[in-house]
T-cell receptor
Framework: QKEVEQNSGPLSVPEGAIASLNCTYSDRGSQSFFWYRQYSGKSPELIMF????GDKEDGRFTAQLNKASQYVSLLIRDSQPSDSATYLC???????????FGKGTRLSVIA | DGGITQSPKYLFRKEGQNVTLSCEQNLNHDAMYWYRQDPGQGLRLIYYSQIVNDFQKGDIAEGYSVSREKKESFPLTVTSAQKNPTAFYLC??????????????FGPGTRLLVL
C-alpha cells in the first residue's frame, strides 16, 4: 500500500514569515512529486512539481526533494493571508498507477 | 478556453435514485479520474481511465459506475447502492497516466447532497 503522509495541521504562521510544509512517502520507487493548493470549498490547483533531488523555486514557492530520506517539502516565503488554504502533496510511482495524495496540511497565515 | 468542466455544481439525490455527474475536458488529455472528498478529508480515488473504452476501479468504487465512450467525457453515476453519497466530487485529467505526464488538473467539482 503506497502511502503519503502529511501533518494535518493547522499550521499557523504570521504574515511575512516562511511556511514550511512537509510530506513523506513510503514507496522508494516514487519519481514524481506534486504540490496542490486547495481553498475551502474549491478544487485543488497545481502549485508545482519536482522530479529531481534538491530545490526547485517558483516565485515565493520552493519545493525540496530528498529521495534518500523519502520526503518532499514546500516552502512559502513572505507568507500572505491569501496563502491560507490546505496544501496537498501527491506522489507518482511508475507502473500505470494514478497519483497518490496525502490528506493535506491546513495552513493559516495570520495578518 | 481550455479546461475541465463539471456539472452540475450542486446535485440533490433522493433515496434509491441514481444520479450522474458530468465531466468534460477539452485539453486532449488521455487520462481522466474521479475522486471523492469528504469534509476535512483527503482525496479518495473512485475510478480512473487511461484510454477510451477502458477504465479501472480505484480505492472506493463500490456503489459507483463510469463510462468512457469519448476521449473528452468521463461521466460518473452514483447508484442507489452507494449508501452515503454526500461528498464533494472532483474530476481530474492528465496528458497520460504514466511516463512523466501524470500531472493532474482538476475541474471545479460537484457537491452532492442527499435529500
Amino acid at each position: 500500500q503506497k502511502e503519503v503522509e502529511q501533518n494535518s495541521g493547522p499550521l499557523s504562521v504570521p504574515e511575512g514569515a516562511i511556511a514550511s510544509l512537509n510530506c513523506t512517502y513510503s514507496d522508494r520507487g516514487s519519481q514524481s512529486f506534486f504540490w496542490y493548493r486547495q481553498y475551502s470549498g474549491k478544487s485543488p490547483e497545481l502549485i508545482m512539481f519536482i522530479y529531481s533531488n534538491g530545490d526547485k523555486e517558483d516565485g515565493r514557492f520552493t519545493a525540496q526533494l530528498n529521495k534518500a530520506s523519502q520526503y518532499v517539502s514546500l516552502l512559502i516565503r513572505d507568507s500572505q493571508p491569501s496563502d491560507s488554504a490546505t496544501y496537498l502533496c501527491a506522489v507518482n510511482t511508475p507502473g500505470n498507477t494514478p497519483l497518490v495524495f496525502g490528506k493535506g496540511t491546513r495552513l493559516s497565515v495570520i495578518a | 478556453d481550455g479546461g475541465i468542466t463539471q456539472s452540475p455544481k450542486y446535485l440533490f439525490r433522493k433515496e434509491g435514485q441514481n444520479v450522474t455527474l458530468s465531466c468534460e475536458q477539452n485539453l486532449n488529455h488521455d487520462a481522466m479520474y474521479w475522486y471523492r472528498q469528504d469534509p476535512g478529508q483527503g482525496l479518495r480515488l473512485i475510478y480512473y481511465s487511461q484510454i477510451v473504452n477502458d477504465f479501472q476501479k480505484g480505492d472506493i468504487a463500490e456503489g459507483y459506475s463510469v463510462s468512457r465512450e469519448k476521449k473528452e467525457s468521463f461521466p460518473l453515476t452514483v447508484t442507489s447502492a452507494q449508501k452515503n453519497p454526500t461528498a464533494f466530487y472532483l474530476c481530474a485529467s492528465s496528458i497520460a497516466g504514466t511516463g512523466g505526464q501524470e500531472t493532474q488538473y482538476f475541474g471545479p467539482g460537484t457537491r452532492l447532497l442527499v435529500l
